[in-house]
């Protein structure tokens, strides 16, 4: 399945999905040094972002979270792309910051893509290609 998404940040990758359907504050939610969701209330919370295709409606919390983000870039344990519903400032400067491919523009029906589903975030054709089991 293809579907048509707006580009933030340019590039491509591949990887398991990885999907949240609440809003991630990269400040405190995730560690900076091992890519894990650190945050007891978060849904994702024991999970490792690391090379997944990091599905979530968008951002929230502190301008730091596009440094953490950035953090996770340098440490080899950011996501491989990223992909919101409707992403807002703090994730969309830490993606481009970091060459993280990051879309948005898609609906909320993306959510419903299943963990470890291959997904390819092409940011400059603005298409995302959800490969089917």
């Known amino acids: 399945m293809e579907i048509s998404c707006h580009k933030i940040s340019s590039g491509s990758a591949s990887g398991p999905a990885l999907v949240s359907k609440?809003?991630?504050?990269?400040?405190?939610?995730?560690?900076?040094?091992?890519?894990?969701?650190v945050d007891p209330q978060h849904q994702l919370c024991g999970e490792d972002i690391g090379g997944k295709v990091l599905i979530?409606?968008?951002?929230?919390?502190?301008?730091?979270?596009?440094?953490?983000?950035?953090?996770?870039?340098?440490?080899?344990?950011?996501?491989?792309?990223?992909?919101?519903?409707?992403?807002?400032?703090?994730?969309?400067?830490?993606?481009?910051i970091s060459a993280i491919p990051l879309v948005d523009g898609v609906s909320e029906e993306i959510l419903a893509t299943k963990d470890g589903t291959i997904v390819t975030v092409d940011a400059n054709r603005e298409l995302i290609r959800i490969e089917e089991p």
């Open 22 to 37: 609440e809003s991630i504050s990269f400040l405190g939610t995730v560690d900076p040094d091992t890519g894990k969701v």
């Open 56 to 96: 979530f409606p968008g951002g929230k919390g502190s301008t730091v979270g596009s440094y953490v983000i950035y953090q996770l870039k340098k440490r080899g344990v950011a996501p491989a792309a990223m992909i919101n519903i409707r992403s807002e400032p703090i994730v969309a400067v830490g993606a481009i």
